[in-house]
């Protein structure tokens, strides 16, 4: 990879705010800067969004929504659907630039771009199928119409770890829906939104319909907006912690919200699995994306008959691993995304190695430029260990062992979360057991990874409400009526 390429790229990344179809600098002038997680090095100066700015974007989503909501769906299916075929023709730009601000080795970008991609795709199909309902009251003394309508202005806040999939989570269906947006990316990011939304005006989206504000403080600037009367709706992806402000936040308004929080998801291996494909899932479960994943396996929960051969074999597969920039080929773990995450992970492999856990690879911080980790492995984690309450976030493997079916029931479900779980069993009576009693909103059966924009993603508990993709994904900006009117015939 040419320094030249991407110095060219980022040349090309919009350093302003988006705001009414205009990029423009921020209120007094502010920025702040972007840093290659790998290097430690500025890769760029942005716009830096004050309240003022967040204000004006929720102005310009305010006067584009009549115009907006009124654009038959068919016409805005097929901006949709543009964006998808300039998204795919995009693909290496898109990519690069995630590595670059992000760290995930540049073929997962990649497949980031393809799965991001999708959802523009998807909602582009269920745009023009958003449909009500007409029939006679049970009485039968009138008629009942149940219609769909956009349910106005939304704020997208988006995360760090998948910045280009978690936007278009969010922009694809509530455009599809009729809503505007303001978007407003999380700041170690915010590169790959300015990207996507250059993209969207080649596209054919109209000024206002989708605003994109940057910001330091995201605290304020987000309270500004959400307190704000003409916004009608939420979208959050990030932490339980601050996913839990903000509702407190939009309960005033008593918004729509949609949350997708924090995980801390079980992988059970029972002693009936196919171990080799056991082994493949929990790597791709875990390591995907450095371990940054919500969806990450955090707890990996094997019958005491295998747990050692799964552990070794785990091992094996680590120790071929190869860390660096995610650009430099065959890198398989990037780094993690600051200071603070390397701190984090470092404290939580410290405290299970004090509570008694074997270190079978790893756990150590790496001495190079940049924020990085070793890929770990811990086996006999011991009950207690902040591992096994805590999100990871990092490519560290947590083995406990059981023995009886139940006791795997019961740590797994033993969390105050419940966005994923996998479970690896050969037994099909085993697996729809598993199907009714684990509390989680999506399940892996035999499967490392779910994501897909066909399908409901969210969580059960404090992972979160509503849900993102499938047919429901567009529900959540769409908001229901019912008329009702007399008997036509009497
Ligand atoms: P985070 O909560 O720190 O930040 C998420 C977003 O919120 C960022 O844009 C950030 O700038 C913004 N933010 C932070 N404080 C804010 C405040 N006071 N007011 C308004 N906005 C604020 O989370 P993160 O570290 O960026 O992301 C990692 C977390 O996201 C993990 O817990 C992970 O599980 C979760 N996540 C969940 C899903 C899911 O679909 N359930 C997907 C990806 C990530």
Request: hydrophobic share 40%; aromatic share 8%; proline share 5%.
């Amino acid at each position: 990879m040419s320094d030249t390429r991407e110095t060219d790229l980022l040349g090309h990344v919009p350093d302003g705010l988006y705001i009414g179809g205009q990029w423009r600098p921020a209120t007094g002038g502010r920025t702040f800067a972007v840093t290659d997680p790998s290097t430690g090095e500025t890769v760029k100066e942005i716009a830096d969004a004050s309240v003022e700015d967040g204000v004006a974007a929720l102005d310009a989503a305010s006067e584009a929504f009549p115009s907006w909501s009124t654009t038959p769906a068919r016409h805005r299916a097929e901006i949709l659907r543009r964006a998808f075929d300039l998204l795919t023709e995009r693909k290496d730009d898109f990519a690069l630039l995630m590595t670059i601000e992000m760290g995930k080795p540049l073929k997962e970008s990649a497949g980031e771009v393809t799965y991001g991609g999708e959802f523009l795709r998807w909602f582009s199909e269920e745009a023009a199928h958003v449909q009500g309902r007409y029939g006679a009251n049970p009485e039968g003394t009138g008629r009942m119409i149940v219609t769909q309508h956009p349910v106005g202005p939304c704020y997208l806040i988006t995360p760090w770890n998948f910045p280009l999939a978690m936007a278009t989570r969010k922009i694809a269906p509530a455009l599809a829906a009729g809503c505007t947006v303001v978007v407003k990316p999380a700041s170690q990011t915010p590169l790959t939104t300015s990207l996507f939304v250059q993209l969207l005006e080649d596209a054919g989206v109209p000024a206002g319909v989708v605003n994109v504000i940057n910001t330091s403080t995201s605290g304020p600037v987000s309270e500004a907006i959400i307190s704000d009367p003409r916004l009608r709706k939420l979208s959050f992806t990030g932490s339980t912690s601050v996913g839990e402000k903000l509702l407190e936040q939009a309960a005033v308004g008593v918004l729509r919200t949609s949350m997708e929080l924090g995980g801390n998801a079980p992988f059970i291996v029972f002693e009936d699995a196919d171990l080799d494909k056991a082994v493949e899932g929990a790597l791709a479960a875990k390591f995907r994306n450095i371990g940054e994943a919500c969806t990450a396996a955090n707890r990996f929960i094997v019958h005491s008959s295998i747990a050692e051969e799964f552990a070794r074999r785990i091992t094996d597969r680590v120790r071929d691993f190869r860390t660096g920039r995610g650009t430099d080929e065959g890198v398989t773990i990037g780094p993690l995304i600051d200071e603070r995450a390397v701190e984090k992970v470092s404290e939580l492999v410290r405290d299970a190695v004090a509570n008694g856990a074997t270190l079978r690879i790893g756990g150590e911080v790496l001495e190079r430029p940049g924020t990085f980790f070793a890929a770990t492995v811990l086996s006999d984690v011991r009950p207690g260990s902040q591992i096994l309450r805590e999100e990871i976030f990092g490519p560290v493997v947590a083995i406990v062992s059981f023995t009886e079916e139940d006791d795997a029931v019961r740590l797994a479900n033993d969390t105050e979360f419940g966005l994923i779980s996998y479970v690896y069993t050969q037994n099909l009576a085993r697996g729809m057991r598993m199907i009714e009693r684990l509390e989680t909103g999506m399940l892996g059966l035999n499967v490392g990874v779910v994501s897909n924009p066909a399908a409901p993603f969210g969580g059960w508990k404090l992972s979160g409400l509503g849900r993102e993709g499938g047919a429901e994904g567009i529900h959540e900006y769409l908001q229901t009526k019912y008329t009702l009117t007399p008997d036509p015939f009497a």
